[in-house]
């Protein structure tokens, strides 16, 4: 990393995609991260994003969690980012000291009453029709509307303009 982490979390997922770069081993999160972060040992959905020379490189991400801790969870999706992100070829060892990394940890999903109730700058978007869906981050560049934020959402779960949805809104804790 260019830069020295300003968060435990962000320093364990450059750990971790080193050490899987290197040898394919999954980091266990160690015990000092739980006790400089207390936190860590909580259950959450994680996203863990990547950004090489200012460009998106990998993010991979939970809604719900699918581990036991954060930690855990930032780990497995912080190896995602850098591995299996469909959109991208796999981050390369000579990458790494210019890669950035972004942990955003989310809140719960709570339905949305109405369009009211959203804000592109606080709160992430999922959005359900049937059995398709999207999630969008908050404050992601570009997106400075809730109608925007709305559109971006259909059309990244691949629906037309007027198919009927389900919003439901969160909040996030970000680290980078």
Known sequence: MTRRPSHPLVSLAAHAIA????????????????????EALRPAGVFVC???EGRLRGCIGTIEPLHDTVAIEVVRNAIGAATRDPRFDPVQTYELTDLSIA???????????????????????????????SVLLPSLEGINSVMEQVAAARAKAGL?????????????QRFS
């Open 19 to 38: 050490v899987y770069l290197a040898d394919r081993r999954v980091l266990e999160p160690p015990a000092e991260l739980y006790e400089a972060w207390p």
């Open 50 to 52: 990547l950004k090489h």
């Open 103 to 133: 942990i955003d940890i989310l809140g719960p999903c709570e339905p949305v009453p109405g369009l009211e109730a959203l804000d592109p700058a606080r709160y992430g978007l999922m959005l359900k029709s049937g059995e398709q869906r």
């Open 160 to 172: 037309a303009p007027d198919a009927p949805v389900e919003l439901f809104r969160f909040t996030v």
